[in-house]
């Protein structure tokens, strides 16, 4: 039984040190700026735009290839 115990001990301690330190690093974070929601908005739009694309040429492709 204590074989059992041991390895289970230490995955539930690894487990709770590293849940404790993800969430003393999110309550450290600091409230996100003007600029930086902006950013964030922008890189987002950029990201639909890009992946709107790819989609669209993955199509185009396709029916060049039929």
């Known amino acids: 039984m204590t074989a059992f115990l041991v390895p289970l001990g230490v995955c539930v301690l690894i487990v709770a040190v590293g849940t404790g ?13 003007r600029e930086s929601l902006l950013i964030e908005e922008a890189a987002t739009r950029g990201i639909r735009e890009a992946r709107r694309r790819a989609h669209a040429y993955h199509n185009a492709f396709l029916r060049e290839r039929e």
Do not use: E, G, Y
């Open 21 to 33: 330190v993800l969430v003393r690093r999110d309550r450290r974070r600091m409230a996100a700026s």
